[in-house]
T-cell receptor
Framework: AQSVTQLGSHVSVSEGALVLLRCNYSSSVPPYLFWYVQYPNQGLQLLLKYTTGATLVKGINGFEAEFKKSETSFHLTKPSAHMSDAAEYFCAVEDTGTASKLTFGTGTRLQVTL | NAGVTQTPKFQVLKTGQSMTLQCAQD?????MYWYRQDPGMGLRLIYYSASEGTTDKGEVPNGYNVSRLNKREFSLRLESAAPSQTSVYFCASILYAGDEAEQYFGPGTRLTVT
């Protein structure tokens, strides 16, 4: 069964600092990978996704992620944090061999301080 | 195009009461999903429907039933609510376009069972 591990349930960065949110997955076949953001009391919004092709994926709001098969990782980064980035971030994996079911990580809450 | 809509937004039930959470999408998607979100546990799949007329269990189906009324609507029913079902419930639908896959989430239903 596939699984997703997000290291660090809480991450705090200063405004302007690098954001790095870690995600590792286990999958028996090449997966699709997703990052979602959730603002307080809202649903999930897709930030970016990797399906096939280029391993460096750019998403909305200046975020990007790199698929590294050898490390089974899909870490999310942003060069310079903004106060508006404070939210919860979820990594998810979809096993391409199954019927379109996403498995989510437990989430990382990002705090941005002045 | 309203995307994925859910009703109600909030609900309080007493133990043993029943209720149905409604979900509808206007994007002509084939597949629809119900997730629950609990603190520190990410989103867990309750049930899904790959196409109209079919439903399958996800990771945590016990205590729930679903009905795919038509292509647009996918409802989740709690026959006898328990405090362990206090959670935020999200409905989602999926779009496939070639190798691309994307899930759209509703705004959520916050359910409290006392």
């Amino acid at each position: 069964a596939q699984s997703v591990t997000q290291l660090g349930s809480h991450v705090s960065v200063s405004e302007g600092a690098l954001v790095l949110l870690r995600c590792n997955y286990s999958s028996s076949v090449p997966p699709y990978l997703f990052w979602y953001v959730q603002y307080p009391n809202q649903g999930l919004q897709l930030l970016l996704k990797y399906t096939t092709g280029a391993t460096l994926v750019k998403g909305i709001n200046g975020f990007e992620a790199e698929f590294k098969k050898s490390e089974t990782s899909f870490h999310l980064t942003k060069p310079s944090a903004h106060m508006s980035d404070a939210a919860e971030y979820f990594c998810a994996v979809e096993d391409t061999g199954t019927a379109s079911k996403l498995t989510f990580g437990t989430g990382t809450r990002l705090q941005v301080t002045l | 195009n309203a995307g994925v809509t859910q009703t109600p937004k909030f609900q309080v039930l007493k133990t043993g009461q029943s209720m149905t959470l409604q979900c509808a999408q206007d994007m002509n998607h084939n597949s629809m999903y119900w997730y629950r979100q609990d603190p520190g546990m990410g989103l867990r799949l309750i049930y899904y429907s790959a196409s109209e007329g079919t439903t399958d269990k996800g990771e945590v189906p016990n205590g729930y039933n679903v009905s795919r009324l038509n292509k647009r609507e996918f409802s989740l029913r709690l026959e006898s609510a328990a405090p362990s079902q206090t959670s935020v419930y999200f409905c989602a639908s999926i779009l496939y376009a070639g190798d691309e896959a994307e899930q759209y989430f509703g705004p959520g239903t916050r359910l409290t069972v006392t």
